[in-house]
């Protein structure tokens, strides 16, 4: 079965850089949510999108921000990148007849050096 | 807000013997409850959720849960531990908000150790 897919899965960046994630949803799933895991951490929620809209909003920066596009894949763009940003970036999708569960990605491991 | 709190960082089990992962949940209104499991590098995966019905929920790989309303706990438990189960153990609760998009919020994790 098709999962979630991310891209790409590990990426390194200088501070002050600028990054951005990719995540491409289950086929048919409507919704998108991002996940920041700091090392030694429990996944902390971002934000997420359902039908291209901004749904909920969490712990995001300023710096980063986020879109749903019309093919329902979302992207996060973080830009003046910190050294505490480094940590594991999951997407995860779901559908409303999915019972609420989130499918997640593989995660996208962001180093900033 | 709801919250889940899982009490123990590790826990250790000898293969081959039952395991239980504790999680206590604090919640408005329904419970939605999930269990993800995470292994090293990789991302995490889903066990099993409570939504409504059965208290005792089943689950991938073996696992189960059984939910408890007085107790307000959503334990993780296994018949007989195998050394592939060790990892790091998530309870989650879904947040009660309206919007269909409504974030998962996760507890601080346990990580299960089988010994062979």
């Known amino acids: 079965a098709a999962g979630v897919i991310q891209s790409p899965r590990h990426l390194i960046k200088e501070k002050r850089e600028t990054a951005t994630l990719k995540c491409y949803p289950i086929?048919?799933?409507?919704?998108v949510y991002w996940y920041q895991q700091g090392p030694g951490q429990d996944p902390q929620f971002l934000i997420s999108?359902?039908?291209?809209?901004?749904?909920d909003k969490g712990s995001i920066p300023d710096r980063f921000s986020a879109q749903q596009f019309s093919d329902y894949h979302s992207e996060l763009n973080m830009s003046s990148l910190e050294l505490g940003d480094s940590a594991l970036y999951f997407c995860?999708?779901?559908?409303?007849?999915?019972?609420?569960?989130?499918?997640f990605g593989p995660g996208t491991r962001l180093t900033v050096l | 807000a709801q919250s889940v709190a899982q009490p123990e960082d590790q826990v250790n089990v000898a293969e081959g013997n039952p395991l239980t992962v504790k999680c206590t949940y604090s919640?408005?209104?329904?419970?939605?409850l999930f269990w993800y499991v995470q292994y090293p590098n990789r991302g995490l995966q889903f066990l099993l959720k409570?939504?409504?019905?059965?208290?005792l929920v089943k689950g991938s790989y073996g696992f189960e849960a059984e939910f408890n309303k007085s107790q307000t706990s959503f334990h993780l438990k296994k018949p007989s531990a195998l050394v592939s189960d060790s990892a790091l153990y998530f309870c989650?609760?879904?947040?009660?908000?309206?919007?269909?998009?409504?974030?998962?919020?996760f507890g601080s994790g346990t990580r299960l150790s089988i010994r062979p």
């Open positions: 995860a999708s779901s559908h409303l007849s999915a019972g609420y569960e989130q499918f």
């Open positions: 086929p048919r799933h409507d919704t």
């Open positions: 999108f359902y039908e291209k809209m901004q749904s």
């Open positions: 919640v408005s209104g329904n419970p939605y």
């Open positions: 409570y939504i409504t019905g059965d208290n």
């Open positions: 989650a609760v879904r947040d009660s908000g309206y919007s269909s998009a409504s974030k998962i919020i």
